[in-house]
């Protein structure tokens, strides 16, 4: 009997630091809702409360959905994930001079590898203290925007000041007052990119996309920019193409020309 005994509390032994170790609690798919808690596992019966709380039991390359209408927090993301409140409210409030999201991806940089999509989101820097980018990228490869709100943010709505080279689709996307709409400003080795599709940029105190830098390129297809100083600001050699069908309603000091493309 103290056999058995014995072995029923190994097997209990081994079983609670299976589930301690976060390596064993990740899931490819997690979820969050308004009424979650960040102690749950985040399955969908049972999701956490925040995508900081998700995405350390989220596996690199895996997905956060949101289950129902909520304000989720901030996040720092650190591997390749996917978060997709589309069909949902999924809110990100970042007064208080922070961001909204941070992609800071570096361990997995390479082509092929690191790929970050957002989509389905509202990120609101409203507040005393105005947030301070909507999105900011740091490091990465390729990241997607999609479908997505961002506005009252002191500096961008979307910046890009990688340190590895990056590129960035944003399609569907509304930013509302920022001081520059996107920006793209690489480092002095590595080349960073935008195509911005299907997009509003209003009320941009600054500029609604700003590019700096020769290494620092854009395309934009389908994007109203209105309400600005400066539609678009490009110095230091970097180059925006267009397709043709953009209403840029800035100043006459929008220069260089953007290259038409097919």
């Not at 009424?35 to 596992?41: E, I, K, R, Y």
């Not at 956490?48 to 959905?65: D, L, M, Q, V, Y």
Request: a positive charge.
């Amino acid at each position: 009997m103290n056999m058995i005994w014995k072995k029923l509390a190994m097997a209990a032994a081994a079983l609670f630091a299976v589930s301690a170790n976060p390596a064993f609690a990740q899931a490819t798919r997690t979820w969050v809702s308004g009424v979650g808690d960040d102690v749950n596992p985040c399955s969908r019966t049972a999701p956490c409360k925040t995508f900081a709380g998700a995405i350390s039991k989220t596996a690199a390359g895996g997905e956060i959905n949101c289950l129902d209408p909520g304000g989720f927090g901030t996040l720092t993301i650190t591997k390749s994930i996917t978060i997709d409140c589309n069909g949902t409210f999924g809110s990100v409030l970042s007064s208080g001079g922070i961001n909204g999201f941070v992609v800071n991806d570096s361990a997995t940089a390479t082509p092929g590898t690191a790929k970050v999509v957002l989509n389905g989101l509202d990120i609101n820097g409203a507040g005393t203290t105005p947030g301070l980018n909507g999105v900011r990228i740091i490091s990465g490869r390729d990241v997607m925007i999609t479908n997505s709100n961002i506005r009252n943010v002191s500096n961008a709505g979307i910046s890009v000041d990688a340190s590895t080279q990056v590129r960035v689709t944003v399609d569907h996307i509304n930013i509302f007052n920022a001081a520059i709409g996107i920006s793209v400003t690489p480092s002095s080795t590595f080349s960073n990119s935008a195509k911005i599709s299907n997009s509003v940029i209003a009320t941009s105190s600054t500029a609604g996309i700003q590019l700096t830098g020769a290494l620092a390129s854009g395309y934009i297809y389908g994007v109203v920019i209105v309400g600005t100083p400066k539609s678009l600001a490009l110095t230091g050699g970097a180059v925006m193409s267009s397709y043709g069908n953009n209403l840029l309603g800035g100043a006459a000091t929008d220069a260089p020309t953007p290259t038409p493309q097919q």
